[in-house]
Every structure is written in structure tokens, then in C-alpha cells.
Nanobody, 128 residues
Framework: QLQLVESGGGLVQPGGSLRISCAAS????????IAWFRQAPGKGREGVSC????????DYSYPVKGRFTISRDNAKNTVYLQMNDLKPEDTAVYYC?????????????????????WGQGTLVTISS
């Protein structure tokens, strides 16, 4: 059974950068499509980025396009989200999720219930 664990969250000043990680165990990550979601206080969970199992296809939601980069190292069973030029509105708990189907057409409107496995989340706070 696939288990996901996020790490790397923290407090960053506006304009700063942070890389968060999603480590998998229990199953080979290479068979899964992985997405990053986030949930800000008082808001629903929204899709941020998605990467295909091979890493050849990626997608980003409009608010993060050009600032965030998703990548994966299947040999290390880990997916990363590099976040640059961070803004206060990026403050949220970030979750990674996995499924055996391709990335959705638009990750920004992805349905969380369509994803099979979830990590516990890592908190990212952008504040001066």
C-alpha cells in the first residue's frame, strides 16, 4: 500500500523560495501520477501541480504557473515542488496525492476525491 509523507514546509518571507518533498513508501512511485494540492485556512483543497508517472508531462494551476516547478526522482521515490517568488496567498497546508490515472485536464480544478492516496500535509507560511 502506497504511503506518502510530505516534508520541507516552513515560514518564508514574501519573495522567498522553498522546496517541499513528497516521499513514497510501500510501492514504487514510478507507477503513479502525483499531484500537489493545497488548503488555505477556511478554504477548500485546490490543485496546484501535477506530474505524470514518467515525469514527461506537468501541469500547473494559474496562480502558481511560472513560479512553481514540480519534479520527480523515481529512483528516490520522491516528488518535489520548488516554489519561488512566494506570496502571502500561497500560505496553506500542502498535500501530495497519488493515483494510477493521468493528470487531469486542468489541475487547478481537480477533484480531490479522484485521488487515491494522500500524505498528511506540510504547512507553508508566507509572512514578513
Amino acid at each position: 500500500q502506497l504511503q506518502l509523507v510530505e516534508s520541507g514546509g516552513g515560514l518564508v518571507q514574501p519573495g522567498g523560495s522553498l522546496r517541499i518533498s513528497c516521499a513514497a513508501s510501500g510501492s514504487a512511485l514510478v507507477t503513479y501520477t502525483i499531484a500537489w494540492f493545497r488548503q488555505a485556512p477556511g478554504k477548500g483543497r485546490e490543485g496546484v501541480s501535477c506530474i505524470s508517472n514518467s515525469g514527461s508531462n506537468t501541469d500547473y494551476s494559474y496562480p502558481v504557473k511560472g513560479r512553481f516547478t514540480i519534479s520527480r526522482d523515481n529512483a528516490k521515490n520522491t516528488v518535489y515542488l520548488q516554489m519561488n517568488d512566494l506570496k502571502p496567498e500561497d500560505t496553506a497546508v500542502y498535500y501530495c496525492a497519488a493515483r494510477n490515472h493521468p493528470c487531469p485536464m486542468m489541475i487547478g480544478i481537480a477533484i480531490p476525491s479522484a485521488w487515491d492516496s494522500w500524505g498528511q500535509g506540510t504547512l507553508v507560511t508566507i509572512s514578513s
